[in-house]
Nanobody, 114 residues
């Protein structure tokens, strides 16, 4: 049974960087078979999709508001998808989730504050 385990996140100052990880295990196929989405849920707001990487060739797409600061990548050997975030802003404070086939990771908190 496929499981997604997230890591990374934490408290970061504005302008800082983070890398979030989403490790897949237990599935019958490697993570590069799947499209993986990244979502975030800010306090008082609905969960929103912010980035994704397709299966196979690994094409990426981003929400306009995060383009240029967020980068999705994949390490097939580690069966892990990453979300690299640079130039963090207080508005990026949220719980971040990865998603594969409607299966969610456990979420990881990112707090941007001085």
């Amino acid at each position: 049974q496929l499981q997604l385990v997230q890591s990374g996140g934490g408290l970061v100052q504005p302008g800082g960087s983070l890398r979030l990880s989403c490790a897949a295990s237990g599935g019958t196929k490697a993570v590069d078979y799947y499209a993986v989405g990244w979502f975030r849920e800010a306090p008082g707001k609905e969960r929103e999709g912010i980035a994704c990487i397709t299966g196979g060739e690994g094409g990426t797409e981003y929400k306009d508001s995060v383009k240029g600061r967020f980068t999705v990548s994949r390490d097939n050997a580690k069966n892990t998808v990453y979300l690299q975030i640079v130039s963090l802003e207080p508005e990026d404070t949220a719980i971040y989730y990865c998603n594969v086939l409607n299966l969610w990771g456990q979420g990881t908190q990112v707090t941007v504050s001085s």
